[in-house]
């Protein structure tokens, strides 16, 4: 096992899952054998704040926060928070993000405006950028609520982890009744390309 | 066994695994989730108390009889316990005692960033602080050796990025207490009256004195050298971010924070060229180094202010920094109240109605937020019924009809009841709001006396808010529906032209709430856009289930999302033009 640490910054609005999606990283991780630490701020942020979540894997970990400029992975749930964080990203970093833009307080009384084409902006700055239809592929896959799923399945692809780490982790994490549906979100997003 | 455990939740199983008999606490983030994990273990009578010092002394009533017990809470949290914790100093334990206290640096979700290692040093009470989740539970444990050896409760500090981030740690087994709870009687030892606390004094003395020399020879201060160029001295979650960004350097880990072992830290700098002290907020440990004479670099070059991360370590010690993505200025996301919420409609009145709001601490603190903008005040728990007694002592008559005061069920529970006997003892005449909304919802939905369950989740008596409002000499008490906002501006007016105290209670639940059958949603409306005129009227209640689309018709339009709406209605009635109805 190498020394290095990667490094994978979660960030969206508060309710969207992003918890979660950690939690069964962070789960994958330590089920693979490596250390793991993972941080995140809630208290506050529950009531659709920005939300980021760290989380870290290696041989040992020291620190449970991403430093600026060392995100290998950046995994955005939706458009402005994950531009508002590429400052975690290291040059040449991954994103991959969800095709969603859900407006803050300021937007949606309309004293400010949504900033256009962020997506692209995404893409120009970290050219390695998938972007998912997340939300449309859950609804496939049998429940709007799984985009977080095929998001996941999307960034797994992206991580040298063995994919029975993943669904053993999966199967701990998610509640019985959903986990059909989410099993098939997160194969549906190591699909893609 | 191996699991992923939050700082939190390890210390919960380190007092489960301690043989903890009794947890006690008052919800404050970055704190709350300790008590909801010892929950799980029924071994521990876990409870909510109404307020972190009643929260102190039920731990102290338990240990007193012989039983381990768990006290958590807030840095704010542990102002309010201090007259205890001070006396507690002296009189020690019989089981063991320890009071968590998580600070937070960076006030993610606080009014203030003190440090709390200040009063470990005030009360002379020893302190230790983990570095990780497994530190949290190792740490929790001896913290009940050290509370029973040296006969002292023992603090355990966490700042929120160790109480609220998971890493591995090991589980162990429950050690079963040998002593039995009962009362044994020791009026020398728990009774402070000037006399024995005199007594007592000295006992505390010679044991910080121990304390600080047993400490160089316990294995959580720790050594580790490396490169003697660069020494550092550290604790906590600072020393995760020392190892990030000085792999080289030597260190000296402290797991007991206070008392300081000060051989070993003079052994320590004896060994290094250069010593530095890496903490968060104050310079604790760098005084108390300075003062026994050693050169040591530490608040030149590492703000007082604000939490450490691995960048800012890196660029205290000159270290170049990544290369970083920068971004344009994007709209802010703050928090806000959820659709649906029932302080919505007290705030756009109190808005409307021009009101002067002392302000307190719950959800309805974001009541200061545009558009509501209705919150002119908030210091700490429970104040702002007193700020408004001492508003309206000073004020004109005229001025003085503009003070209303806004309380949650559980902040008035907490320390607001206090300052409401004085308003009505000394003849305040403000208008006090207590938003009840059942639960103590800013910290995550907790049960509290009022919302009728434990903890436990036993069914409990719910405190009958209006009755206990006018056994403490209120006359007039009003309760409203906060949802009907003619209700609102009616009553609200009304109470406010009184020239004595009032009391209006809110009776609509959060939208929250985990219990099934507390709340209901209504059915989501949705906007009739050829009857919308584009006023921007419902624009003011900051709902976030409403969006103004600019695009739709030459002067915008409201649109309300579906998906988001739960049915309240204050918006519609906000709407002159009856574009605001329910959805087809």
């Known amino acids: ?193 | 066994m191996k699991e992923i455990l939050s700082g939190n939740e390890a210390i919960a199983r380190g007092a489960y695994e301690a043989g903890v008999k009794v947890a006690c606490a008052y919800p404050g983030t970055p704190s709350t989730e300790i008590l909801e994990n010892t929950v799980r273990y029924r071994e521990i009578d876990s409870s909510w108390a109404t307020n972190e010092k009643v929260a102190l002394e039920v731990g102290i009533g338990a240990s007193f009889v012989g039983a381990r017990s768990l006290v958590t809470m807030k840095h704010v949290g542990v102002n309010v316990a201090a007259d205890p914790l001070f006396t507690l100093s002296y009189t020690g334990v019989n089981g063991g005692l320890v009071l968590v206290c998580a600070d937070d640096p960076e006030l993610h979700s606080s009014q203030n960033e003190q440090d709390s290692r200040n009063y470990a040093k005030f009360a002379k009470v020893p302190m230790l602080e983990p570095g990780d989740s497994q530190e949290c539970l190792e740490f929790t444990k001896l913290a009940y050796e050290i509370s029973e050896k040296y006969d002292t409760p023992v603090l355990l500090r966490t700042t929120t990025r160790i109480s609220h981030s998971k890493s591995v740690v090991n589980l162990g087994e429950r050690t079963d207490q040998v002593r039995e709870a009962k009362i044994e009687k020791n009026a020398a030892k728990f009774v402070m009256l000037p006399g024995n606390a005199r007594v007592r004094h000295v006992v505390v003395e010679d044991r910080t004195v121990q304390l600080s020399k047993d400490g160089c020879c316990m294995p959580i201060n720790r050594v580790e050298m490396r490169d003697t160029k660069i020494g550092v001295i550290t604790a906590g979650i600072s020393y995760q971010h020392v190892r990030e960004a000085l792999p080289e350097a030597s260190v000296l880990k402290l797991g007991m924070v206070h008392p300081l072992p000060f051989d070993l830290i003079r052994d320590f700098a004896a060994k290094v060229e250069k010593l530095y002290v890496v903490e968060e907020l104050d310079p604790f440990i760098e005084e108390q180094v300075k003062a026994i004479g050693i050169p040591v670099v530490g608040k030149e070059i590492i703000s007082i202010c604000g939490e450490l991360t691995p960048g800012r370590v890196r660029k205290a010690f000159g270290l170049p920094e990544n290369a970083q993505t920068t971004v344009e200025k994007l709209p802010g996301r703050p928090p806000n109240m959820c659709p649906g919420c029932p302080h919505r409609g007290v705030f756009y009145t109190l808005n409307q109605l021009k009101a002067y709001v002392s302000g307190d601490i719950g959800c309805y603190t974001l009541g200061f937020m545009p558009p509501l903008s209705a919150m002119d005040t908030c210091v700490c728990m429970g104040a702002s019924i007193g700020m408004a007694t001492g508003a309206v002592k000073v004020l004109s008559p005229e001025e003085r009809k503009k003070v209303v005061a806004v309380i949650g069920d559980s902040t008035f529970l907490h320390t607001g009841i206090n300052g409401l006997m004085d308003m009505v003892y000394n003849k305040g005449a403000a208008t006090v709001i207590i938003l009840d909304n059942r639960i103590t919802a800013m910290t995550g939905r907790q049960e509290n006396p009022g919302s009728g369950h434990t903890l436990m989740d036993d069914p409990a008596n719910a405190v009958d808010f209006e009755l206990l409002c006018k056994a403490i000499g209120v006359k007039n008490v009003r309760t409203i529906n906060p949802l009907d906002l003619d209700e609102c501006r009616t009553v609200i007016s009304e109470e406010m032209e009184r020239p004595e105290t009032s009391v209006i209670i809110t009776d609509k639940p959060c939208v929250l709430i985990k219990r099934e059958g507390i709340f209901k949603a209504g059915a989501p409306l949705q906007v009739v856009e050829e009857s919308c005129t584009g006023c921007r009227a419902c624009l003011k209640i900051g709902c976030p289930a409403i969006e103004w689309i600019p695009a739709s018709g030459k002067k915008g339009k409201a649109h309300i999302d579906p998906l988001l709406c739960n049915g309240c209605d204050v918006c519609s009635q906000l709407c002159k033009f009856s574009a605001i109805q329910e959805a087809k």
């Open chain 1, 1 to 193: 096992m190498s020394d290095k640490v990667t490094n994978i910054v979660l960030v969206g609005v508060g309710g969207q899952g992003i918890l979660l999606a950690a939690e069964i990283l962070s789960e994958t991780f330590m089920l693979a054998g490596f250390d793991v630490k993972k941080s995140e701020i809630h208290g506050m942020s529950q009531r659709g704040g920005s939300v980021v979540s760290h989380v870290r894997y290696g041989k040992e970990v020291f620190s449970p926060m991403v430093p600026e400029g060392e995100g290998d992975i950046l995994f955005g749930f939706e458009l402005m928070e994950s531009y508002r964080y590429l400052s975690l990203l290291k040059p040449g970093g991954t994103v991959v993000v969800n095709d969603l833009c859900i407006a803050p307080p300021s937007v949606l009384v309309g004293q400010e405006t949504y900033p256009a084409d962020m997506a692209l902006k995404i893409q120009e700055l970290c050219p390695d950028c998938l972007l998912v239809d997340g939300q449309n592929l859950a609804i496939e896959a049998g429940n709007a609520r799984a985009a977080n799923t095929v998001l996941l399945g999307a960034v797994s692809k992206r991580l040298d982890i063995e994919e029975k780490y993943w669904v053993e982790a999966i199967e701990k994490m998610v509640p019985k009744k959903a986990l059909e549906v989410n099993l098939k979100a997160f194969q549906m997003g190591r699909g893609l390309k």
